[in-house]
Structure formats: structure tokens, C-alpha cells
């Protein structure tokens, strides 16, 4: 996913978990939308991650954490920046395979962050913050820069030294720290491998989703986006399916992690909302609707995004989702958490989310509002655990 930046300072953290089946209305004076949550799951607190492009990791640990809370194992804070790092030298080992014909930043995939748990495991948030270069927020943008001048200097030779890795290691732990190779947490003494084993997770149980028609439906396939640097492998479903999995997977008390397109103009997060809104719809009928018909396409869109009402959003389909991704209007950018299901004032289904910018800067103190209509036009895919995929669709995929 693309580095998603956002200016805001860190706030002390405190972890907790929310009810589920919160029917509280919740209502903020900055627009015409009141919401009902109508199902909300367990859930740690939002983080983060300021300057640094690691959307991907901490929406795809968050999905871990209410994990562990939905089996009984407790409430985790792990370190996201653990991630980060192993990320960082298996890209570096892509693009040297590559000879750098391959992006190389600090983008990522929600299959990065099962791949390392499954792989190298974890480690909390208190073994291993990831700042070691001062100050107390994330901020990678001279360590993204760092990084990639080294390895475009290194592939520049006309032939790898022996010592690359070893340099390319030490510029890792000057900037995150040492590479925490065995540590105590709660008077037990753990390596990342044995903590990852003692969380019980199975990580084969997780599957990411797409919905896209240059690839065949029920087949998997790689999404072609710079920052699946892994390649990893997503099914493809139609979009209808898509969504009624996400619905499936909150009922059942499973949250889902969400990749999207927030580009739109619909997606306003500090009003703590997404829409697609219809441009042509958005009128009352009579003097209205003459007057809407004045109005130019700019001056249209400017007075639905003041949202002092619900808008009337566009019909979407499975083709204009794929013409939006074909022309680059869909792009990866962002990892984010979905959290819950909640209805507006007229009965329209919205997805509660939980973001990663910190709590400062909108309606809802890190959350927001998500249209169906908006799930369905700009998701990237999705990781879900597979028990929320109904028989039929889960027997075509073979899984």
C-alpha cells in the first residue's frame, strides 16, 4: 500500500475493547449524518502511524489483536514496526533479484504481515517500538530514503559484494534498533519464533480476497500494484460476494482487514465519513432541481461534500469498479480495519472503521464511516479468516 501520510502527534494510548452489539446513536454536528452502530466487534485502541508509509502493517496487526480477543487469548499490543523491518530485508533481497526493476519503499501488503508472523513471528510493542532515531513518533521518511539510495547502489555494481546484507542490516538497526532476538515479556523469556507460537494462531485459517474481471473469477491470482512487492496471492470473487462475505464475517464476530482507493473526494475522514456521491442524483425535485441543473460539475460537488444531509451515492458495478482500477482512479493506498456495521438516519448500511492516524483531526477519534457503495467501488481486497466464506464460495475456490 502506498505511504498514506498524516501530520498529526502521537497521543498516549490507552488499549481497550469495545461491546459488541452497541446500539448507541452517535451523532457529530459537522454533518447531516447521525449513525447507529448495530454491531461493533472487540477491538485494541487506534494508533499511529505518522509520518511513515505502514498503513498495511498496523491495520493488518490490529486485525491480529481482535483476533486474539475474538479466541479468548487476551488483549495484545505487537509491534508493528517488527513487521516493518523484516519487510524492509525481504524487499531488499526482491530487488536485487529484480535488479531493481521493482518498487522498493515502505509499502506493503496484508500479506506481509502473515507471512512474517508465520514465518519469523513477532514480538510485542514494548520489546520493540522502532524509534531509535529519536523523538517519539514514526517517522521513516529519511530511513525510506536511505534505504533505497543504498540498494540502488549496490545493484549499480557489476557484481554483489558480500557485504550488502550486512550493511543493509546495519542501516536497519540504527533506525529501528537491534533485531530483538530474544526477549522476556510477562517473566517468560520468548525469541520472536516462540512468541508467535504462544498467541496459538493458525495462519493458514487467513485468505486475502479480490474482486476484479482480468482475472478469472474463482481463481487466485497476483494483484498487479507496486506495492505487493511479495506477490502475494488474492481470490478472486465477484464483487457481490465480496461484500456479503464482509457482512457474513462481522455477524459472525470476525473483523475484516480493508485495503482501499481513499483518493475519492467522497472519502472525507476528518468529517469521519465515505460516500460515493452521485453528482446527477443530489437534488430535490421543483425549484431545486432547476437550480441544481445551473450548477457546474465543480459546484455540484463542492455543496454535496458540505454533507449537511445524506447524499444519494452511485449505483456501483462490477464493471465501473474494474473501469476505475484499469484507468488508475483505483489505487492501493490504504490499509484500515473494519470493526463493525452501523446505519445512517435513513437505514443506509455503513461499515464502522478503524483507522491508523492517531485520534486527533476527526469526528470520531480515529474511526469513521464507510458507505457499502464505497466498499464496493474502491476496495483493493481484503484479509478475512476463511470460516466467514460460505460453503459454495469457499468449495469454488477449492479452499
Sequence with gaps: MKKVLFLTIIMVIALSVSAQDNKAEEKKPATGYKFTVVKELPHTAVKNQSRSGTCWSFSGLSFIESELLRLGKGEYDLSVMFVSRNNYEKKADKYVRMHGKINFAGGGSFQDVIETMSNTGIVPEEVYNGINYGGSIHDHSELDAVTKAYMDAVIKGRKLTKAWKKGFEGILNAYYGNYPEQ?????????????????????????NLTSFTHHPFYKPFVIEVPDNYIWGINYNIPIDELVEIIDNSIEQGYTVAWSSDVSERGFQYRK????????????????????????????REAEILLFDKPVTELKITQELRQEAFDNYETTDDHGMHIIGIAKDQNGAKFYKVKNSWGTDGSEYSGFFYVSENYVRYKTMNVLIHKNVIPTGIKSKLGL
Design 272 to 299: 469521519g465519513i465515505a460516500v460515493v456521491p452521485d453528482l446527477e442524483a443530489n437534488s430535490n425535485s421543483g425549484t431545486d432541481r432547476e437550480r441544481w441543473e445551473t450548477l457546474s460539475r465543480t459546484e
Design 183 to 207: 526477549f522476556t515479556y510477562n517473566g517468560k523469556s520468548y525469541t520472536p519464533e516462540s512468541f508467535a507460537q504462544s498467541l496459538g494462531l493458525n495462519f493458514d485459517d487467513y485468505v
